[in-house]
């Protein structure tokens, strides 16, 4: 009870972010009718040097590369294209990288992806059952296959490469 009532009364000492306990500190100020608390009389010797510099909200963090490489990815969408995506008129599809192929493709790498997944989890539970019983996989897929669940996960990867090509063919942008 007693460290519940401490964490909902701890406050934070605004020149360097750390918890403080009100109960626990002498290290005091009061700006504009309200008390700060500090960890130690550096922090508020800091503050009531400038309250207000340590009372405005600090500037966002700085991004890691992710958050930049995002940013430069907008920066340059916008210059670009306007913020849209563009609109690319290409010309009619023809021999066999034609769009038609490709959407069979795409049929295929889609059931594909699913019967690797459905393979994996069938084999899944013929592996656990017989080794439970201290037995031989030798029942469902395992009857068919030597490894069904690396097959599955083969078939998987495939569908996903295939989807890659797709992907990377009807995005023009990203090519
Ligand atoms: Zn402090």
């Excluded at 700085?62 to 990815?73: C, D, H, I, S, V």
Aim: aromatic share 10%.
């Amino acid at each position: 009870m007693k460290s519940l009532a401490t964490t909902t009364k701890a406050l934070i000492d605004p020149v360097c972010g750390m918890k403080v306990d009100p109960d626990k500190t002498d290290l005091v100020a009061t700006h504009q009718g309200r008390s700060y608390y500090f960890c130690a009389e550096a922090c508020r010797k800091a503050f009531e040097a400038n309250p207000q510099k340590h009372l405005e909200p600090k500037p966002a963090k700085p991004k890691g590369w992710w958050g930049r490489y995002l940013e430069r990815m907008a920066k340059s969408n916008k210059e670009l294209f306007g913020g849209t995506r563009p609109h690319v008129t290409e010309p009619e599809p023809s021999g066999p990288m034609g769009n038609a192929h490709f959407s069979q493709l795409r049929i295929i790498s889609d059931m594909r992806v699913l019967g690797g997944l459905v393979l994996f989890a069938v084999s899944w539970k013929v592996l656990f059952r017989s080794q439970r019983n201290h037995e031989l996989a030798v029942t469902g897929p395992y009857a068919r296959v030597r490894h069904p669940q690396h097959t599955a996960f083969m078939m998987i990867m495939l569908g996903f490469l295939v989807q890659w090509l797709v992907w990377r063919h009807d995005s023009p942008v990203l090519v």
